[in-house]
């Protein structure tokens, strides 16, 4: 009597690790957007077909001592200094993904943050209050893994849910980002209303620019 055929065995899906090696400004974007050199390696060292990757990008804002001036700034966020031990938290900053093509082993992508000038949104407020040094950042990691089994057949995993990498990205290069699409500005969000009547006043003073009607507000506000 023959015995039935046995289905050979399936490969385990792969394991994957990240790590985050560096950060730069994306030059020659269409929106201001900051680069995260991510290093991809898959355990046992064997080959991948694709990675669909997926990163929520969160500001471990309780993971940086500030100091006074810092502190001050981020009132606005997390209240006055002796609240600080309940309030500071992190901040989701961005979402982020990119198609991971072949590799063996390990490779290295660029995963693109969208960043905003916008003073209004958190991520964008606690940056530009910090004077220097390093913002602590994690990344949590989540989509799909492309393999073959040992037959050549294509498999289909999901990335372990607990994939995570920590940063420490210098503040420099995110100044480096805004400077790089807004050179020598910072941008301000204002109401309808409050943009029409500012709207009002630089038209009856005849005043050049949005610049030198805040500087002739300033002014007036001075001499009062």
Do not use: N
């Not at 905003?116 to 989509?143: I, K, M």
Request: charged letters at 25%; one cysteine or more; hydrophobic letters at 45%.
């Amino acid at each position: 009597m023959a015995l039935p055929a046995q289905t050979p065995a399936l490969a385990a899906p792969p394991e994957l690790d990240f790590a985050v090696e560096g950060a730069h400004a994306v030059r020659h974007a269409a929106a201001p957007m900051l680069g995260l050199d991510v290093r991809i390696e898959r355990r046992d060292g064997g080959a991948v077909r694709s990675v669909s990757l997926s990163a929520q990008v969160r500001i471990a804002a309780p993971r940086r001592g500030y100091t006074v001036d810092e502190q001050s700034r981020l009132t606005e966020l997390f209240g006055h200094p002796e609240q600080w031990s309940r309030s500071v938290r992190s901040l989701l900053w961005a979402h982020a993904s990119v198609q991971v093509p072949p590799f063996t082993g390990s490779t290295a992508v660029e995963l693109v943050v969208p960043c905003t000038y916008d003073f209004e949104v958190a991520g964008a407020r606690y940056l530009q209050a910090l004077e220097g040094g390093e913002a602590p950042l994690e990344l949590l990691f989540s989509g799909t893994i492309f393999y073959s089994e040992p037959g050549g057949r294509l498999q289909v995993a999901s990335i372990a849910w607990d994939r995570e990498a920590e940063y420490r990205m210098p503040v420099e290069v995110w100044r480096e980002t805004m400077d790089l699409y807004f050179p020598g500005t910072a941008w301000l969000r204002v109401s309808r209303d409050a943009f029409d009547r500012l709207s009002a006043y630089k038209a009856q003073r005849a005043l050049p620019s949005w610049e030198a009607t805040l500087d002739s507000l300033l002014a007036e506000a001075e001499e009062a």
